[in-house]
């Protein structure tokens, strides 16, 4: 059974940090893409980050660029996403996703995890 479980959210000031983490099971870690994505209720989930098998292609949504850092540690089977200089508008429920590749496509991704709520405070 794939299981992928997001942590690390919670309620921070703005221009805080949080960094998420996003550990999964059941699936072969090293070989797959880890994406990042989020949503407010009302509107569509919006991919934030993603970092394909091996590194080779990192990309960031424009709003999240310089502030946020995705990465993994495939021996801990955990991706991570540091958020730095964080503003109310970052405040999703957030969500790790895995499958083969980095889709532009979200329903593309097969195994979702279950979200995380990270909050920001004006």
């Known amino acids: 059974e794939v299981q992928l479980v997001e942590s690390g959210g919670g309620l921070v000031q703005a221009g805080g940090s949080l960094t998420l983490s996003c550990a999964a099971s059941?699936?072969?870690?090293?070989?797959?893409?880890i994406g990042w994505f989020r949503q407010v209720p009302g509107k569509e989930r919006e991919g934030v980050s993603c970092?394909?098998?091996?590194?080779?292609?990192?990309y960031y949504a424009d709003s999240v660029k310089g502030r946020f850092t995705i990465s993994r540690d495939n021996a801990k089977n955990t991706a991570y996403l540091q958020m730095n200089s964080l503003k109310p508008e970052d405040t999703a429920v957030y969500y790790c996703?895995?499958?083969?590749?980095?889709?532009?496509?979200?329903?593309?991704?097969?195994?979702w995890g279950q979200g995380t709520q990270v909050t920001v405070s004006s």
């Open positions: 996703a895995a499958d083969t590749q980095c889709w532009a496509e979200i329903d593309l991704y097969d195994y």
């Open positions: 059941g699936i072969d870690f090293a070989d797959s893409a």
């Open positions: 970092l394909s098998n091996y590194q080779s292609t990192i």
